[in-house]
């Protein structure tokens, strides 16, 4: 999917690094992102958190799946291909 993130040169990014441990304590981590602000990942790690407390990826209610996660933040640097 496209999307439009016009910013400059070294500017800082984030992303949501989320780290899931399912019902049989098998982990995946997956990342989202980039955003422009650290707020905006913080609340996509929220959301899986809470999501993960009650369903499962099929969308099955468990409450036995569990998210933690963390925000991580980067720089941009532009150059032509």
């Known amino acids: 999917m496209a ?10 990014v984030y992303r949501a690094v989320v780290t899931i441990t399912d ?4 982990t995946s981590q ?11 990942a913080r609340a996509r790690v929220t959301f899986w958190t ?5 369903y499962d990826d099929e969308g099955i209610p468990t409450g036995t799946s569990r998210a933690t ?13």
């Not at 019902?23 to 098998?26: A, H, I, K, L, Q």
């Not at 997956?30 to 905006?40: L, M, T, V």
């Open 50 to 54: 809470n999501y993960h407390a009650d």
């Open 3 to 12: 999307r439009s993130i016009a910013m400059s040169a070294n500017a800082k």
């Open 69 to 81: 996660g963390h925000v991580e933040e980067g720089t941009v640097t532009w150059r032509p291909l």
């Open 30 to 40: 997956r990342c989202e992102g980039p955003y422009d602000s650290p707020g905006a």
């Open 23 to 26: 019902r049989d304590g098998t």
